[in-house]
T-cell receptor, first 109, second 113 residues
């Protein structure tokens, strides 16, 4: 089945630093999505990407849909303490969403 | 607030029991997806329903079943529960298959003791 490799698994950064995480897949997707999950809550959609090569920003977040349709990255600029959480990438093909294993982000003030 | 409602928020039950988790999708959304999230794992896709019909199955155990009703709410039934079934169960809804992104509910935390 489809597999998503998300890296890094965890990150410890200082407030104000930029963050980058990515997902790669063995197969192509039609849509890439990035979610953030706070403890005890459901994942919340951050950014959706619909076309290969697409670069989309949402405030301090920027994500790109890879040209090969097999990868995507998410950048967070000037991190703040409330950026703490687990970030998931998800690839969509047909009716199925496949999630990466998540990147745990810790931001030290 | 995503607009997706899941009940109950927490559930504690004994091994061997059966429970039902409920999900109400966003108004107008036809698709409901169920996911399981264990402590050491990411989100595992279980099953997808669209307008009352099963569309796709993921890693769903035979002890688990789901359905989507005419009013589009969905229920996930977990039976003969085992300790390893303890997890967060999320549902997500989307307006149509192959369309836009999924919106998640807040999840049901199931603890099997």
């Amino acid at each position: 089945g489809q597999q998503l490799n998300q890296s890094p698994q965890s990150m410890f950064i200082q407030e104000g630093e930029d963050v980058s995480m990515n997902c790669t897949s063995s197969s192509i997707f039609n849509t890439w999505l990035w979610y953030k999950q706070d403890p005890g809550e459901g994942p919340v959609l951050l950014i959706a990407l619909y076309k290969a090569g697409e670069l989309t920003s949402n405030g301090r977040l920027t994500a790109q849909f890879g040209i090969t349709r097999k990868d995507s990255f998410l950048n967070i600029s000037a991190s703040i303490p409330s950026d703490v959480g687990i970030y998931f990438c998800a690839g969509q093909l047909g009716g199925k969403l496949t999630f990466g294993q998540g990147t745990i982000l810790t931001v030290h003030p | 607030d995503s607009g997706v409602t899941q009940t109950p928020k927490h559930l504690i039950t004994a091994t061997g029991q059966r429970v039902t988790l409920r999900c109400s999708p966003r108004s107008g959304d036809l698709s409901v997806y169920w996911y399981q999230q264990s402590l050491d794992q990411g989100l595992q896709f279980l099953i997808h329903y669209y307008n009352g019909e099963e569309r796709a199955k993921g890693n769903i155990l035979e002890r688990f079943s789901a359905q989507q009703f005419p009013d589009l709410h969905s229920e996930l039934n977990l039976s003969s529960l085992e300790l390893g079934d303890s997890a967060l169960y999320f549902c997500a809804s989307r307006p149509r298959t192959g369309g836009t992104e999924a919106f998640f509910g807040q999840g049901t935390r199931l603890t099997v003791v």
